[in-house]
């Protein structure tokens, strides 16, 4: 079984170089908040890795492989702890789900949901998810894309770090299947309405709104303790979801 605390393991990304050979600084949407692994996410690194876990690796996957099925594949980003990830797992066996998330403690913590449930449709990568679709995931492979409640970067000055981006939008697209779909959830009305100027510029997208803005919460999403006290306390929370047309 293999040692989660080794470099491979440290490094969420990796880094690239120019001809000169100095290493390339790269505008990230996240930073390693790295809290400290308790006793039981770390024993589920060590325990449960060989079975859940899935390394980085500049080689696509091979899903069948994976999951010994050829069930569609539901990619999530940025899972944070995993609870949701996990209910949708678990709810839905006849999909493959793979869930990214850079910070292990949360890998952990998803780890020890999907073993208490004796999910088996599930796999984590610990790392950058824009590496993980660059070199992992095949061309119109995937049924659905989820990205709910990223980084908002509410500060403007911090905008740029935003992970919805044309190019990130165009990335996603050329993973998902013809009429595949790509749902983004968040709280932050003003990257809600950045995310809907993106796709809506973005070509190969129709969104799937009646009024072309946003759509209910569907069932498919479960609805998060933090979400919910949002909810009573007046918050708004934004769901979209854009389908690839071609």
Same mark, same amino acid.
């Given at each position: 079984?293999?040692?989660?605390?080794?470099?491979?393991?440290?490094?969420?990304?990796?880094?690239?170089?120019?001809?000169?050979?100095?290493a390339i600084r790269k505008v990230r949407s996240f930073v390693r908040r790295e809290g400290r692994l308790t006793k039981g996410q770390q024993h589920?690194?060590?325990?449960?890795?060989?079975?859940?876990?899935?390394?980085?690796?500049? +080689?696509? %996957?091979?899903?069948?492989?994976?999951?010994?099925?050829?069930?569609?594949? /539901?990619?999530?980003?940025?899972?944070?702890?995993?609870?949701?990830? /996990?209910?949708?797992?678990?709810?839905?066996?006849?999909?493959?789900? =793979?869930?990214?998330?850079?910070?292990?403690?949360?890998?952990?913590?998803?780890?020890?949901?999907?073993?208490?449930?004796? =999910?088996?449709? %599930?796999?984590?990568?610990?790392?950058?998810?824009?590496? /993980?679709?660059?070199?992992? !995931?095949?061309?119109?492979?995937?049924?659905? /894309?989820?990205?709910?409640? $990223?980084?908002?970067?509410?500060?403007?000055?911090?905008?740029?770090?935003?992970?919805?981006?044309?190019?990130?939008?165009?990335?996603?697209?050329?993973?998902?299947?013809?009429?595949?779909?790509?749902? !983004?959830?968040?709280?932050?009305?003003?990257?809600?309405?950045?995310?809907?100027?993106?796709?809506? +510029?973005?070509?190969?997208?129709?969104?799937?709104?009646?009024?072309? !803005?946003?759509? $209910?919460? $569907?069932?498919?999403?479960?609805?998060?303790?933090?979400?919910?006290?949002?909810?009573? !306390?007046?918050?708004?929370?934004?769901?979209?979801?854009?389908?690839?047309?071609?």
């Amino acid at each position: 079984m293999k040692d989660v605390n080794t470099q491979e393991y440290k490094d969420v990304n990796t880094q690239e170089y120019n001809e000169d050979g100095k290493a390339i600084r790269k505008v990230r949407s996240f930073v390693r908040r790295e809290g400290r692994l308790t006793k039981g996410q770390q024993h589920a690194l060590d325990t449960y890795w060989a079975d859940l876990g899935l390394n980085f690796s500049a +080689k696509l %996957l091979d899903y069948q492989q994976v999951f010994g099925n050829n069930n569609p594949v /539901v990619v999530e980003i940025g899972f944070g702890m995993g609870s949701s990830l /996990v209910e949708m797992a678990q709810a839905m066996p006849e999909l493959n789900f =793979i869930g990214i998330e850079v910070h292990r403690p949360g890998v952990g913590a998803c780890l020890i949901s999907a073993q208490k449930a004796g =999910i088996k449709n %599930l796999r984590v990568i610990c790392h950058d998810a824009v590496e /993980v679709f660059k070199y992992m !995931l095949a061309d119109k492979s995937l049924s659905k /894309v989820q990205l709910f409640f $990223p980084d908002p970067w509410h500060k403007k000055r911090h905008h740029k770090r935003r992970i919805v981006q044309p190019k990130f939008v165009q990335m996603v697209h050329e993973k998902l299947s013809v009429a595949g779909v790509f749902h !983004l959830a968040t709280d932050w009305e003003n990257y809600a309405e950045h995310m809907l100027e993106v796709l809506d +510029k973005a070509p190969g997208y129709e969104n799937l709104a009646n009024d072309n !803005l946003y759509v $209910p919460r $569907p069932e498919s999403r479960p609805l998060t303790k933090f979400e919910a006290r949002g909810h009573r !306390l007046g918050h708004g929370v934004w769901d979209l979801m854009f389908q690839r047309k071609k």
